[in-house]
């Protein structure tokens, strides 16, 4: 049987793929002031967000934001946050550097492999974007990229990211609940499951021309996962709007699943009575399941889940982490899944 690939991951983590050099994390600074961050918004003009959106975003920010938050000035249009108070929302891991988060990427749309995003992500295209939430609700709503960005506070929410091959990140996202968003649609009695469609377009994405999978890029939450306050719609990260190689410009955090359920680049939400398979169920139904939580005493079929190598830690042949149950966040969602026996492949 060959190889299958998933859309948050490539190779088998022991493969002997050759992985970047570990860079030093970038050092700790200050978020520049707010009148820097509507000047950065203005000089990057169309490359990042209009400072009448800015301004929205900053009246929402009525507190100081961390020290603990890295920018990168010049590089990106800086996005404001307040340090999130979510339980479980701000893990105390050793942040994974800016280069690796970036220039390590599983987006299949761009192409295959690890270095694929970083070099062809350029082609997407972010502005216009429109989000569509459908299907059982209310409120059908069609909300623009500057609709959604002064939708809910910016917060900055430190996540753990577990990809399914065995490796791993510790990322500082920018963004807010989920829930923040669904509310507004009016969700009905009949919504049980919530589908995420990410965009598909040959011509900005060159990966969407092959074969690995049926595409657009379909993922799926159950309802109360996706109305739980640790799932994150993000924006940015470490202090910035997100790069396009990392999912812009809204794309879906799921802390305590494998990272292929967090969909990049969203375009359609469709709120269902019934679950849809998702894009990896479809391409390979014995390996990944709908729920796919992250379970060191469940193996993948072709490898142990039980430890993990943390990107830009040592390199390919560091001592490898003990895997967490639930990635760590456990006490916030083990709830979730109470009578459910976590030993079965779902």
Partial sequence: MPLILTSQHAAHPDSGQVHPVPSEITPRALYATRRQWLRDAVLLGSGGLAASSWSGALAQTSAPVSAATVTRPGKRAALPAVRS?????????????????????????????????????????????TLSIEGEVGRPLKLGLDDLLKLGAMEERIYRLRC?????????????????????????SRAKFVEFISLADAQQMPGVRSSVLDWPYVEGLRIDEAMHPLTLMAFGLYGEVLPPQNGAPLRLVVPWKYGFKSAKSIVTIRLTEKPRPSSWMLANPREYGYY?????TVDHPRWSQATERRIGEGGLFAPRKPTLMFNGYGAQVAQLYAGMDLRKFY
């Fill in 85 to 129: 108070s979510v339980p479980g929302a701000l893990a105390v891991d050793k942040l994974t550097s800016y280069e690796h988060i970036t220039t390590y990427n599983n987006f299949y749309e761009f192409g295959t492999d690890k270095s694929d995003p970083a070099e062809y992500a350029h082609t997407l295209r972010t502005r216009p974007w």
């Fill in 292 to 296: 796919s939580n992250v379970n060191p």
């Fill in 164 to 188: 399914v091959e065995g490796w791993s990140m510790v990322i500082p996202w920018v963004g807010y609940s989920l829930s923040t968003l669904l509310q507004r649609a009016q969700p009905t």
